[in-house]
């Protein structure tokens, strides 16, 4: 199981710029697949997931998908934690929500959430 957020933004991220920007634990260990760029504690065990960005263009998108309205275009950005490590939803919900500051945007789910 994961814990997924979603960063709904108005600028196309990079990815590792962003990961350089949020304050990562010492010892994690990065690498690249298809489509996502993961994270791993010095174990080996993936902590998190952040896929490849994709655009949405369709007006609603966004309202009908999560509940919560934002401008069109948006750039979508899906990171998932490993649900049952405290850790992996910290750097995750970090990760969003550095994405929604530096890249303007929102956060799925709230932070009340």
Do not use: K
């Amino acid at each position: 199981m994961s814990r997924e957020f979603v960063a709904l933004i108005r600028t196309r991220p990079e990815i590792p710029h962003l990961l350089e920007l949020v304050e990562l634990p010492h010892g994690l260990q990065m690498g690249t697949r298809a489509g996502a760029i993961e994270l791993f504690d010095e174990n080996g065990h993936m902590l998190v997931a952040i896929r490849d960005p994709f655009l949405v263009q369709v007006p609603g998108e966004s309202e009908r998908l999560l509940g919560i309205a934002t401008a069109t275009p948006a750039w979508w950005v899906e990171i998932q934690a490993a649900a049952t490590n405290s850790l992996a939803i910290e750097i995750a919900e970090r990760c969003a929500r550095t994405a929604a500051d530096l890249y303007g945007g929102t956060v799925w789910p709230p932070a009340d959430q």
